[in-house]
């Protein structure tokens, strides 16, 4: 009965790679986000979608695509991977104005 | 432009002591605003929210008030546990402007 859920839960790649992760939710929630957290834990908004919709797509290189192929579920695929990219990618969702539901997380590691 | 800025910690306290996390905002329209709590190795969860002014969040002991004449949302809690060791992060929504901001997040350690 996980509400939202990410995959994978830990990536470690290597610099210039390409990789993605992906988000579920079963919350019938109509918008979704991506949010990085640094290693000071301060939380950074990527992106949202609203209904399929891009809505938000803050300033973050444009190595950085997300893809929401259903209300369900948003996905985010990094081109070229940096050492600055290291991080923990976290997945939310939310109904109208109401409070966001957080994913476990994705820490992605690059060498 | 809109922002949440919360004390910095770490904020070290003793079993059962009282606890305090200042929170204050800025923004344009009426938002709603949230705790979120982060234990080590998880995601973010709601502790508590508030939606209008005046209106008093609590969830598990712990409470905020939202004061719109001092555009603050502090964080209380009478008797903190060990277990409430985490981040604390402040939020405000605006979703007709489809904004949602975070604050810096405050790590609160309690020591048996």
């Known amino acids: 009965d996980t509400a939202v859920s990410q995959t994978p839960k830990y990536l470690v790649t290597q610099m210039g790679n390409d990789k993605s992760i992906k988000c579920e939710q079963n919350?019938?929630?109509?918008?979704m986000y991506w949010y990085k957290q640094d290693s000071k834990k301060f939380l950074k908004i990527m992106f949202s979608y609203n209904n399929k919709e891009l809505i938000i797509n803050e300033t973050v290189p444009n190595r950085f695509s997300p893809k929401s192929p259903d209300k369900a579920h948003l996905n985010l695929h990094i081109n070229s991977l940096e050492l600055g990219d290291s991080a923990v990618y976290f997945c939310?969702?939310?109904?109208?104005?109401?409070?966001?539901?957080f994913g476990p997380g994705t820490r992605l590691t690059v060498t | 432009g809109d922002s949440v800025t919360q004390m910095e910690g770490p904020v070290t306290l003793s079993e059962e002591a009282f606890l305090t996390i200042n929170c204050t905002y800025t923004a344009t329209g009426y938002p709603s605003l949230f705790w979120y709590v982060q234990y080590p190795g998880e995601g973010l969860q709601l502790l508590l929210k508030?939606?209008?002014?005046?209106d008093k969040g609590s969830n598990k002991g712990f409470e905020a008030t939202y004061r719109k004449e001092t555009t603050s949302f502090h964080l209380e809690k009478g008797s903190v546990q060990v277990s409430d060791s985490a981040v604390y992060f402040c939020?405000?929504?605006?979703?007709?402007?489809?904004?949602?901001?975070f604050g810096s997040g405050t790590k609160l350690n309690v020591k048996p």
């Open positions: 508030a939606t209008k002014a005046d």
């Open positions: 939020a405000l929504s605006l979703y007709n402007f489809n904004k949602f901001y």
């Open positions: 919350l019938g929630h109509d918008t």
């Open positions: 939310a969702s939310s109904l109208a104005e109401s409070e966001q539901y």
